[in-house]
């Protein structure tokens, strides 16, 4: 007996949950279906959806950049500009000093000692020259006589000379102490400039740049020398 109220007692217990059950499923209202513009999950992007790759490293990038050479990392030499130097002035050109020969010979007189005052024979030197070739330097304007009274006075020749108004020119008496008729009468001193005889005194004589100044002592009037007095 008590065993059938148990049974009759659970049937309707599960009778009961059944009806409860069913009111539930009545009232419940459905839920809404989200639709895809509602959904709130967000579509994914394009970059998100690409595969996504990993930045590369720093050792990557070294390996990646192509080596430079050294030669080409450093800055090109460029040499300092010189800056132009100013034309630089020429030298002056200094003027030159002008300049003759003198020479002073009396070898005439070797070829004429029976002439010769016998005082004056040993005055004559072996070869007959008194003073060789010398090159002088001259003032511009200056005369023969100037250059033979400077030569003798700076070689210690003698010299002796005087003044002829008449001729307007220094005569030269003497040179070496050998004087005018000292080897017979046509005996004396003559000059020649560049191996002509001028037909004017010494003194009136202007040098040139170059001049040859021979200074001889004839023994016949200037005929055994080369020239002639007066001529």
Known sequence: MKTAKRLCAALLALALIFTLAGCNAQTAKPMPTPTPAQSETPAPDAAQDAPATSAPSETERQEETPAVPPEQNEAPTQAPDTPASPDEPEPP????????????????????????????????????????LTAVEFTEGESVFDVLK????????????????????????????????????????????????????????????GDTVEWVYTCDFGADVGGRVGA
């Not at 070898?107 to 005082?119: H, M, T």
């Not at 040993?122 to 008194?130: K, N, S, T």
């Not at 080897?183 to 002509?196: A, F, I, L, P, T």
Request: net charge negative; with cysteine; charged share 25%.
């Open 93 to 132: 050109v200094e003027n030159s000093v002008p300049t003759c020969t003198v020479s002073i010979s009396c070898a005439a007189i070797l070829e004429n000692l029976d002439r010769l005052n016998a005082e004056k024979a040993d005055l004559i030197p072996a070869d007959g020259v008194l003073l060789a």
């Open 150 to 209: 400077r030569v003798c006075r700076e070689n210690k020749i003698h010299m002796e000379f005087s003044e002829t108004p008449v001729y307007q020119s220094a005569y030269i008496e003497g040179i070496g102490n050998l004087y005018e008729f000292d080897c017979g009468e046509g005996s004396g001193w003559m000059y020649r400039v560049n191996d002509e005889f001028p037909n004017y005194g010494c003194s009136r004589y202007t040098l040139a740049d």
